[in-house]
């Protein structure tokens, strides 16, 4: 089972820029279909951006044209390049990884953007 470590948050001021990175490890990361979650205080989890693992990207309308989700299969790293952040963006961000049923995730990363 892969397992998953995200870093790359902090804080960041409005307007502001953040890249985010996943690394894998203990599996084949290519056969895995990777995503990019959130979760505000008091919120429920949601789910940010998308890709499977031909490369198809898939973002929530909150965050189109602003954030982008990639993977380096060579490297076993996913990202999530945020830009003109916003202070609703703040919360912690977790990766997944998804293959025949199975999911694995991270143990986050915190991303708080100020006013």
């Known amino acids: 089972q892969v397992q998953l470590v995200e870093s790359g948050g902090g804080l960041v001021q409005a307007g502001g820029s953040l890249r985010l990175s996943c690394a894998a490890s203990?599996?084949?990361?290519?056969?895995?279909?990777m995503a990019w979650y959130r979760q505000a205080p008091g919120k429920q989890r949601e789910l940010v951006a998308t890709?499977?693992?031909?490369?198809?990207?898939n973002y929530a309308d909150s965050v189109k044209g602003r954030f982008t989700i990639s993977r380096d299969n060579a490297r076993n790293t996913l990202y999530l390049q945020m830009n003109n952040l916003k202070p609703e963006d703040t919360g912690a961000y977790y990766c997944?990884?998804?293959?025949?049923?199975?999911?694995?995730w991270g143990q986050g990363t915190q991303v708080t953007v100020s006013s």
């Open positions: 997944k990884a998804t293959t025949g049923g199975l999911f694995s």
């Open positions: 203990g599996s084949i990361f290519r056969i895995y279909d």
């Open positions: 890709i499977t693992k031909q490369g198809s990207t």
